[in-house]
């Protein structure tokens, strides 16, 4: 099993930047690709980023291209999210989640949470106006 830990969330003004990491633990972080999700109150569970296994290759959201970036280092066992030029909207817990089948290319990469088996606690991210 893969465990995962969120941290980096808090209280931003808009227009502002945050760093997500997520610390793996349990099972090489290379094993997976790697997603992040948001949930905002009274809605569902949506797709964010994802990164293939390697870190080569990655697939936004439309809702938050050109503003974050996933990244990973498989060395530190740890997926980041930086968010920059935050709005209102973002405001959600975040969470981020593996993907036990290898992916290596963009097209590959899933935006199903059905597709991730691992999931951490989620991180609380409040962007205020």
């Known amino acids: 099993q893969v465990q995962l830990a969120e941290s980096g969330g808090g209280l931003v003004q808009a227009g502002g930047s945050l760093r997500l990491s997520c610390a793996a633990s349990?099972?090489?972080?290379?094993?997976?690709?790697m997603g992040w999700f948001r949930q905002a109150p009274g809605k569902e569970r949506e797709f964010v980023a994802a990164?293939?296994?390697?870190?080569?290759?990655?697939y936004y959201a439309n809702s938050v291209k050109g503003r974050f970036t996933i990244s990973r280092d498989n060395a530190k066992n740890t997926v980041y999210l930086q968010m920059n030029s935050l709005k209102s909207e973002d405001t959600a817990v975040y969470y981020c989640?593996?993907?036990?089948?290898?992916?290596?290319?963009?097209?590959?990469?899933?935006?199903?949470?059905?597709?991730?088996?691992?999931w951490g606690q989620g991180t609380q991210v409040t962007v205020s106006s």
């Open positions: 989640a593996a993907d036990p089948t290898p992916r290596f290319i963009s097209r590959t990469l899933r935006v199903e949470e059905g597709a991730y088996d691992y």
């Open positions: 349990g099972r090489t972080l290379s094993s997976y690709a």
């Open positions: 990164i293939a296994n390697t870190g080569t290759s990655t």
